[in-house]
Each structure stands twice: as structure tokens, then as C-alpha cells.
T-cell receptor, first 114, second 115 residues
Framework: EPEVTQTPSHQVTQMGQEVILRCVPI?????FYWYRQILGQKVEFLVS????????KSEIFDDQFSVERPDGSNFTLKIRSTKLEDSAMYFC????????????FGSGTRLTVV | AQSVAQPEDQVNVAEGNPLTVKCTYS??????LFWYVQYPNRGLQFLLK??????LVKGSYGFEAEFNKSQTSFHLKKPSALVSDSALYFC?????????????FGGGTRLMVKP
């Protein structure tokens, strides 16, 4: 069964450093998403991406965050200058289209900011 | 704006007994509704979804959910719980008029199934 792949599974970084979280969506999917889950809390939407541009973003997704699809397979989330409160599990997801067919989540990257 | 409520932080049930995990939602149009399960240190695993059609939706691992428009609910059910069902369960909703396909999640309900 097709999977969304995220790397690394766990990343530790120092406060103020830049991090890039990587995702490989399912190959025929057109919509890509990032969500985050602070430990013990709900899953929160960050951003959706379609046709090489952001289609929607939440209040959490401020100027410190950016997304990119640098090639035909990868989808990345960059945090420019990490803060302690950025520590969370970050999930990538993809779907075929507007009908949400195959809306699939990756297994997540646990980001720890120290 | 769309929202989801899972009124119970935790549900305890004995193995073999039926289980229900509650979910209510608020959305402007006809909702798309989802249930996901999360095992410790794992990602979100899709269980089932309601888009349209039959109000009773059957999903993975024997789970089902019933869409009730008048009560704006989408409770998750299983006739006979297993210890291996113990996990964190999330209900999610999408407003079909939302351009970005954003899912809004509830706060999650921890299901504990005791032998």
C-alpha cells in the first residue's frame, strides 16, 4: 500500500537553528499538507500546498515557516529559527485531490528543540 | 469556522464489551468526517470516513461510525473491544467549501481496553 514517508523520524536541534523536515508524498497525489502535534495535545493544521503554491495556512504558520516542493517527489517544511515551543511531532500528509481520496499521513518527525 | 469536540479524554472498557468514542462537529456545509487512530510513537492511521451516502460507515479493524446530521455527531463504535484497540483516537472534519482541504481535529480520546 502506498505510503507517505517522512525523514528523519526524530531530530534534535538547538534553539535558533534552522531545520528542514522532509516528506515524500504518495506519487500520484496532488495536495500536500503539514500538521503538528505538541506532546499530549491535538493535531493542528499548519499548511496545505497545491499546484506549487500554498492554498491555505493557519495562524501557526508564521514567517518562521516555509514549504517547498524542490523536485517532483519531495515536500519540505523549513523552520528558520527554531523556538522551544516548536518542539512537536510534525506530520506530512497528501491526498489525490479535492475529494480527499487517499488522505494519508506519514509517521511523523519528532522535533525536539533544546 | 469548523470545529470538532471529543467530550471524553479517556474511555475505559473491558475486553469483549462494546465501545463508543464520541465526536460532535460544527461546520457550515455538509461535512466530511474522519476517524484516525494513533498508537504510541506512531503516526495517524486512517480508520474510516464519511463523505456522503449511508449514515453507517464501516472501517478498518471492525470499527464503524454513524453519521447523525440532526445531532451533528459521528460516534465511533465497535461491538467487541480488543486489548489491542487501546490507543488514542481522533475525530476530524473538513468543510467541503474549504479550498485548502484542511482537516480540523478533535482533542483526542484515549481508549483503554482492559483484559
Amino acid at each position: 500500500e502506498p505510503e507517505v514517508t517522512q525523514t528523519p523520524s526524530h531530530q534534535v536541534t538547538q534553539m535558533g537553528q534552522e531545520v528542514i523536515l522532509r516528506c515524500v508524498p504518495i506519487s500520484n497525489h496532488l495536495y500536500f499538507y503539514w500538521y503538528r502535534q505538541i506532546l499530549g495535545q491535538k493535531v493542528e493544521f499548519l499548511v496545505s500546498f497545491y499546484n506549487n503554491e500554498i492554498s491555505e495556512k493557519s495562524e501557526i504558520f508564521d514567517d518562521q515557516f516555509s514549504v517547498e516542493r524542490p523536485d517532483g517527489s519531495n515536500f519540505t517544511l523549513k523552520i528558520r529559527s527554531t523556538k522551544l515551543e516548536d518542539s512537536a511531532m510534525y506530520f506530512c500528509a497528501s491526498s489525490e485531490g479535492r475529494s480527499l481520496l487517499g488522505y494519508t499521513f506519514g509517521s511523523g518527525t519528532r522535533l525536539t528543540v533544546v | 469556522a469548523q470545529s470538532v469536540a471529543q467530550p471524553e479524554d479517556q474511555v475505559n472498557v473491558a475486553e469483549g464489551n462494546p465501545l463508543t468514542v464520541k465526536c460532535t462537529y460544527s461546520v457550515s456545509g455538509n461535512p466530511y468526517l474522519f476517524w484516525y487512530v494513533q498508537y504510541p510513537n506512531r503516526g495517524l492511521q486512517f480508520l474510516l470516513k464519511y463523505i456522503t451516502g449511508d449514515n453507517l460507515v464501516k472501517g478498518s479493524y471492525g470499527f464503524e461510525a454513524e453519521f447523525n446530521k440532526s445531532q451533528t455527531s459521528f460516534h465511533l463504535k465497535k461491538p467487541s473491544a480488543l486489548v489491542s484497540d487501546s490507543a488514542l483516537y481522533f475525530c476530524a472534519v473538513r468543510d467541503p467549501f474549504d479550498a485548502g482541504n484542511m482537516l480540523t481535529f478533535g482533542g483526542g480520546t484515549r481508549l483503554m481496553v482492559k483484559p
